[in-house]
């Protein structure tokens, strides 16, 4: 079954640093989203991806964020200068053709997740 | 601002008998209703889904029951199983290609021998 691959799994940072996590989605998926779960909360929108540019994205992706898709398989996030708040389980996902059989949903699928923690 | 609302955090049942998983939503515009399955160190995992034109939709042990009038779904699954064990999530979605999921905050589903 295919699936979607992040790396690194868990990263510890200093406040301040750069991070860069990655996604590896589905091959032949076209939409490409983060979210974030902070520890006991909902998992949250941070923003999507289509066509070589972001579609959407939420209040809470503000100029410390980016992503990129470099090589046409990988799909990066970037926090700039991470701050303590920041720290939370970042998941990737990817979307495609939308099947009848599942009623036409935009059916997300989700990678494992990168822990980060911000020191 | 909750949209998709999840109240009960936890819920406990016997193995073989029937979980019930409720969810509330506040946006009428929504178009989609999905449930994800989510066990420890990996991603939600999609289960069921259910477009707003239907009140049901049924997958072998998982049935989603919709009530847009009461803007309330559930997913009913029986039987249970210890497999089953996981944190359950409510997700809406409107109509576009690339509609982002707005999740609600989880239940824990424990299922006991």
């Known amino acids: 079954e295919p699936e979607v691959t992040q790396t690194p799994s868990h990263q510890v940072t200093q406040m301040g640093q750069e991070v860069i996590l990655r996604c590896v989605p589905i091959s032949n998926h076209l939409y490409f989203y983060w979210y974030r779960q902070i520890l006991g909360q909902k998992v949250e929108f941070l923003v999507s991806f289509y066509n070589n540019e972001i579609s959407e994205k939420s209040e809470i992706f503000d100029d410390q964020f980016s992503v990129e898709r470099p090589d046409g398989s990988n799909f990066t996030l970037k926090i700039r200068s991470t701050k303590l708040e920041d720290s939370a389980m970042y998941f990737c996902?990817?979307?495609?053709?939308?099947?009848?059989?599942?009623?036409?949903?935009?059916?997300?699928?989700f990678g494992a997740g990168s822990r980060l923690t911000v020191l | 601002d909750q949209q998709v609302k999840q109240n009960s955090p936890s819920l406990s049942v016997q193995e073989g008998r029937i979980s019930i998983l409720n969810c509330d939503y506040t946006n009428s515009m929504f178009d989609y209703f999905l449930w994800y399955k989510k066990y420890p160190a990996e991603g939600p995992t999609f289960l069921i889904s259910?477009?707003?034109?239907?009140d049901k939709n049924e997958d072998g042990r998982f049935t989603v029951f919709l009530n847009k009038s009461a803007k309330h779904l559930s997913l009913h699954i029986v039987p249970s199983q210890p497999g089953d064990s996981a944190v359950y999530f409510c997700a809406a979605s409107g109509d576009g290609a690339n509609s982002k999921l707005t999740f609600g905050k989880g239940i824990t589903l424990s299922v006991r021998p």
């Open positions: 996902a990817s979307s495609g053709y939308r099947s009848p059989k599942l009623s036409g949903a935009n059916v997300l699928t």
């Open positions: 259910i477009s707003s034109i239907k």
